[in-house]
């Protein structure tokens, strides 16, 4: 399975985007198993930010960004999103998409088996 992230730039604070995140390959990998996104800032480790299940019916938020963020899927499209609200320059990062082992919205790193190349947002303020 092949992950893209995609939708990053530059925008002011308060402003909004939306990610997304294509998967190719193993089609039935991407319909059966959880996904999420994760941030990496600068000389800081990779951090969780959003997950759905494979259906769509659990999602899990970051504290830092619950009510701000929604993360969606699309499984006929192979597609997640990401959209981001009322952004803050503490959001600047390098934002990933990752494919998880099983089929539930896991915040835990551990557990996702691809990872795609991220897609880079900076919010300034």
């Known amino acids: 399975v092949q992950l893209q992230a995609s939708g990053g730039g530059l925008v002011q604070a308060g402003d909004s985007l939306r990610l997304s995140c294509a998967a190719s390959g193993r089609g039935r990998i991407f319909s059966n198993n959880g996904m999420g996104w994760f941030r990496q800032a600068p000389d800081k480790e990779r951090e969780f930010v959003a997950s759905?299940?494979?259906?769509?019916?659990?999602?899990n938020y970051s504290d830092s960004v619950k009510g701000r963020f929604t993360i969606s899927r699309d499984n006929a499209k192979n597609r997640v999103y990401l959209q981001m609200n009322s952004l803050k320059p503490e959001d600047t990062a390098v934002y990933y998409c990752g494919a998880a082992r099983g089929a539930w919205a896991s915040n835990d790193r551990g557990t996702y088996q691809y990872w795609g190349r991220g897609t880079l947002v900076t919010v300034s303020s």
């Open positions: 759905v299940s494979w259906n769509g019916h659990n999602i």
